[in-house]
């Protein structure tokens, strides 16, 4: 199928852009393309009118700031992923950047377009949910800033209004005496994930002082495991301490049966996942600490 038609609209400038979404009643931005391209094709996305992002280099880009690092929302997911200054200041976030489909995919998709999609199992919204990274978003009506922990509200829709757009993401950085690890499972290689956890360990006199958890794959949203992680801080943490932390997230979950795939299987994965990214945590965190 070809998609139905459209009005086509490229700024120059953020401003721009702002003004010719307010301007149309049923208006979508466009980024890398990669969801919204197929979503068009398919008439599953029927827009009036198409304001492409893609001149925007204003939105492209990874800064320093201070306690946080902004990623611009139009920066490419393989940009994030190569980024000298991601992989120091948020390894979790370039490890999870890496994943993402495949190396065609990674060149065009951005960060602003993955969030603003909200597939549940998307890698970005699942780092964003765990880190409680800061989303800034724009309209001629003003900015304002939605933590990630309540942007995703539901499968494929978010907190964003029809006119607004991510301007930028602010994640925090990683503590120094901290591991983190990401892991995820699919049936092939490029696939979304099935469920995947991102995990953080920062250890204080041989004790995780805090831990971070976050799942996707598990419920329409990724969610953060804050209250459960943190009962398991301040303790030793050895093989048992693992085990133990990854069977109670498989007691808090309660994912549901689906035409492919047993609510049971998900929670066995989620297990053995949670057990295996805690583990990387850890030995990264014990080497950095070394
Ligand atoms: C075969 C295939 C495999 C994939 N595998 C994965 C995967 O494993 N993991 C994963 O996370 N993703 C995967 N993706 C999706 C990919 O990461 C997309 O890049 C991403 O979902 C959307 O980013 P985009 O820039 O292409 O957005 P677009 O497709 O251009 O837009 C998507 C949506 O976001 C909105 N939007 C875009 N930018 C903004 C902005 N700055 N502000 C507000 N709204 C905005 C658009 O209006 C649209 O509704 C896959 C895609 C394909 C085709």
Redesign the pocket.
Known sequence: MKPAAFSYHRPTSLDEALTQLAQSDNA????????????LNMRL?APAALVD?NDLTE?AYIRDAGDMLEIG??T??YQVEESELVRNCCPLLAQAAR????YA??Q??????????A?P?????LIAVTLDAQID?VSVRGQRTVPARDFFVAVMATA?EPD????SVQFPKAALQEGEAFRLF?RRH????IVAVAATVALREGRAASLRLGLSGIGPVPVAYDALASQFAGRIPDRAWIDRLARAVRDAIAPEDDARISAVYRKELTETLVQRAVARALERAQERTA
Not at 28 to 39: D, E, F, R, T, W
Not at 121 to 125: K, M, R, S, V
Not at 164 to 167: A, Y
């Open positions: 979508k931005v466009i980024a890398g393309g990669q969801s919204l391209g197929p979503m996305a992002l939105l929302g139009l490419r997911h994943t993402i489909g495949h995919i990674r065009r998709g951005t960060l602003g377009g993955s969030l603003a999609h597939d199992a998307a890698q970005l919204a978003i964003l607004e757009v991510i301007r699919n490029g696939d979304f994930a």
